[in-house]
């Protein structure tokens, strides 16, 4: 992998990018789609942290990544649109808009796996009435090779969540009731298969799911966490209890989710406690319990990491209580030697992560911290060049590539 810093981030060179046959996006965001567009990638200090500068950013809706490829859908205040759904290829440091919403038309999930990604975008309404809005939402493919679209999901239904692992995508979706807000998850492989259903324990929405290999973790109805062998069939019950558990994400080794059972204050969702589940010995104990008022949670799992959140300070108006929009930062804890470091040390808000081998990214908010809700930043870190963790990694040693 290339790690050379003295890039150009403002010339469009089809031929040092992966996909040379696609044109350059005109300088303000027109042109044809798909098309190569700077992202202003930028190192931000000696530990590998890097942003792609989005700072016209309104907001971003959803991001992925696999290997060195990341994929993110972006709603931006400025026109001609530059914003919709990208791919961004971090060896050459290439963006591809593939998609706008100059039709109006909102893109907001999207995902990425080995050779395609996808994403959905908003068709029509289902329901549309004064307090109460439903979407039709269809789902695209992304050829990785040439940056073509499919069409490849148009049920009308709902779709949130997406997540391609390999050979197939998962989601939510509302398609056995599809005025209401209730979702179970489906899946199909890339060679076209049907969607199937995958929540078969219970007639009871599922809320959120995380997939590695052959197994799923997914909650039901915010009370009750549910392990899938995708092998066997089977479906265990984690836990059922009255409190509120959220974010479910799994490992080979390791699942995690969040629980209020300590919280004083369920109404603003402060006092998250992170539970950590040992699939082998099949026992789940508190990895960081809350005081009542902090936050700690699972962002996700790779391998022998777990990415973790700690907020540090309280939203505006409510300094005595954390929650995902409250200041805070990002852990990595490497289970086999029980060591943490801290990734990030700056205002603002940073509640989702991804990691794949070296690479992990987040939405980060530093840039606008008294919008925490709306406005966040894609930032990352390679960890090949964090002087503490890139000897951990056999990816960063003699310049070895990642699948």
């Known amino acids: 992998t290339d790690r050379d810093r003295d890039y150009d ?41 890097f942003t792609l500068g989005l700072r016209d950013a309104d907001r971003i809706y959803a991001f992925d990544i ?75 493919s992304i050829n990785l090779n040439d940056m073509t679209t499919a069409l490849v999901e148009n049920t009308e239904s709902e779709k949130d969540l997406l997540d391609s692992t390999g050979a197939k995508t998962y989601w ?52 009750a966490m549910v392990l899938k062998s995708f092998e066997t069939g089977v479906e265990t019950l984690l836990t059922d209890t009255p409190q509120e558990m959220y974010y479910p994400r799994i490992s080979d080794k390791y699942a995690t989710w969040l629980d209020l059972s300590e919280s004083i204050s369920t109404y603003n969702g402060c006092g998250k406690s992170l539970v950590l589940y040992d699939r082998e010995t099949e026992k789940a104990d508190y990895f960081k319990k809350s005081s009542g008022t902090d936050d700690h949670f699972a962002l996700d799992l790779w391998g022998d990491w777990m990415l973790y959140y700690e907020c540090h300070d309280g939203i505006s108006g409510q300094e005595f209580c ?10 990595i804890y490497h289970f086999p030697t029980q060591k ?46 964090h002087p503490e963790l890139k000897d951990y990694f056999e990816s960063c040693k003699g310049g070895a590539a990642i699948d």
């Open 172 to 223: 939510l979706d509302n398609r056995l009731s599809p005025e209401e807000l209730s979702y179970h998850i489906y899946s199909f492989t890339t060679d076209g298969s049907a969607a199937e259903r995958l929540d078969l324990l219970s007639d009871a929405p599922a809320t959120e799911f995380d997939v590695y290999g052959q197994s799923m973790l997914y909650s039901i109805g915010y009370s």
């Open 66 to 140: 696999h290997g060195e490829k990341m994929t993110f859908s972006q709603g931006s205040v400025s026109t001609p649109y530059k914003n919709g759904v990208k791919v961004f290829d971090y060896e050459s440091k290439t963006g591809v808009l593939i998609a706008d919403v100059s039709d109006g038309a909102l893109i907001d999930e999207c995902s990425i796996g080995s050779g395609y990604a996808y994403y959905t975008k908003r068709d029509h309404y289902i329901v549309d009435t004064e307090n109460y809005h439903l979407y039709a939402k269809y789902m695209y």
């Open 322 to 331: 954390c929650d995902s929009n409250a200041d805070g930062d990002i852990y």
């Open 9 to 49: 981030t403002t010339a469009c060179n089809p031929a040092s990018t992966p996909w040379p046959s696609l044109p350059c996006c005109d300088s303000d965001g027109s042109g044809p789609r798909p098309c190569i567009i700077d992202l202003e990638f930028e190192y931000t200090n000696d530990t590998g942290e």
């Open 340 to 385: 943490s470091w801290q990734l990030t040390d700056s205002p603002g808000a940073r509640w989702d992560a991804k990691m794949y081998d070296h690479l992990i990214v987040w939405r980060d908010g530093r840039y606008n911290p008294d919008n925490r809700p709306a406005t966040h930043d894609i930032f990352g870190i390679d960890l090949c060049l």
